[in-house]
């Protein structure tokens, strides 16, 4: 087992030698032994010659006395050398705090006390060995040394499941890094230094008990999945709309009772889970998510009675999941959903469309709604006249809305003629289910 010695210990042992003796007193030390060792040489080989020489001869006894001083000159200065080269060690360590261990004079590994061997030992082997991986996932890790950031070959980090309740602002300096796993572990903030991590594109930060994100995380530009769920977030940074290259979010399991207007810059989102938080709306700038293929906004419970016609401009949307809330109403713009493959509508106090219609499938409420749309319309007298490309105006519970796409799509009378295999999903009660191929 390696020696684990202290810095202030190895200071106060190289003090208690006192001075180190000089070279020509060490060099003069090392010729006595020489001379003296060749002089009981010639002393034993004529003993040897006796009949029965004795066992320790008093010629030896008187070496090895007159050796003693030399021999502790010597020794001395080893000890120096010895505990001199620990220090330098130590000092050059990528992971020197005062006061804390080294674990041996070869391969010194200088951390916090409280960190554990193994550990120690797997930050010290990345940084000799140059790795791209620092795995510590289930370690009982409860903090990490600033010197963590000294390791700049790294691009992934694993330190899920363990008891981490803050990140050293040193990994800012880690340039490389793309992967982040911080999961499951008891972290309150996230360093703001962390808008260092230009190259990020991994960061999972669930499990956590963080109830706001840093606003410099949105110069994160490279991130591409940031899942944050399992938290207390309360709000979001206004400024998240930045993160132009982000294609999944996941805020599942959290208690955000809005979302700001800059989402809807998140042009390259593909996927947005924000089930389970107490959303009262949806912003209407959640239309602009043209490449968004799923969206799960379910279980909101009480909070969420209405959602947005601009939902109505997600193009690309395949899988809307809008379960266990308080919506009566589906926004006309419904219909207009034409690549949608699986709603889900349970446990909705749902008026439009009527039950009759969801029960029957998914094409039937696509149908519905954009049969619905088109009844609606009352185009303004000049727009009729004129026969211009003004847009036109739908006539609402709460007045007219501007459609911008409204006129191209019912003036021909197009006609809405869906593959079957999409899939409804629909709760009026717990005991009623309906899902139609």
Avoid at 77 to 92: I, Q, T
Avoid at 146 to 169: F, Q, V, Y
Wanted: glycine share 4%; with cysteine.
């Amino acid at each position: 087992m390696a020696n684990v010695v202290r810095i202030a210990e190895t200071r106060a042992m190289l003090n208690a030698l006192g001075p180190r003796p000089d070279s020509k007193l060490v060099e003069d030390a090392r010729e006595a032994l020489d001379v003296i060792d060749d002089y009981l040489a010639q002393q034993l080989e004529a003993l040897s010659r006796e009949a029965k020489p004795p066992s320790t001869t008093a010629e030896e006894w008187e070496s090895i006395m007159e050796k003693l001083p030399y021999k502790s000159t010597i020794q001395l200065d080893e000890l120096h050398r010895l505990y001199s080269g620990m220090l330098k060690s130590a000092e050059s360590s990528p992971f020197a705090v005062p006061g804390s261990p080294i674990r041996s004079p070869m391969r010194p590994l200088y951390i916090t006390d409280d960190i554990d061997d193994d550990v120690a030992r797997v930050l010290q082997d990345a940084f000799d060995t140059r790795s791209d991986k620092l795995l510590l996932s289930s370690r009982r890790v409860a903090c990490l040394p600033e010197s963590l950031g000294r390791i700049k070959s790294l691009s992934l980090i694993n330190l899920s499941t363990n008891c981490l309740e803050a990140l050293p602002d040193s990994l800012s300096q880690l340039s490389n890094l793309i992967t982040l796993d911080v999961s499951s572990n008891q972290l309150t903030t996230l360093p703001d230094s962390i808008r260092s991590l230009k190259k990020l594109r991994f960061l999972n930060v669930s499990g956590n008990a963080l109830k706001s994100l840093p606003d410099s995380l949105a110069l994160c530009f490279s991130l591409v999945e940031l899942n944050a769920s399992f938290n207390q977030l309360e709000k979001l940074p206004p400024n998240i709309g930045s993160l132009f290259n982000l294609e999944k979010l996941s805020l599942q399991l959290n208690k955000l009772s809005m979302l700001p207007a800059s989402i809807g810059d998140l042009t390259s989102l593909k996927v947005l889970e924000i089930h389970f938080n107490k959303l009262v709306a949806l912003p209407s700038s959640i239309g602009n998510l043209k490449d968004l293929e799923v969206l799960n906004c379910s279980s909101n419970f009480n909070s969420l009675t209405t959602v947005p016609s601009s939902l109505g401009d997600l193009y690309c949307l395949r899988e809307l999941d809008l379960s266990y809330n308080q919506i009566r109403e589906l926004p006309l713009s419904f219909g207009r959903l034409q690549k949608l493959r699986k709603l889900k509508l349970d446990q909705n106090p749902l008026v439009v469309p009527p039950p009759e219609v969801v029960d029957h499938s998914l094409e039937a409420v696509l149908e519905y709604m954009a049969e619905k749309w088109r009844s609606s319309m009352k185009l303004d007298d000049e727009h009729d006249r004129a026969g211009s490309n003004t847009p036109a105006r739908v006539v609402t519970n709460g007045g007219s809305r501007v459609i911008s796409w409204l006129g191209g799509m019912c003036a021909a009378g197009t006609e809405f003629r869906r593959p079957s295999s999409k899939v409804l999903s629909w709760h009026r009660s717990p005991d009623r289910y309906l899902e139609q191929l």
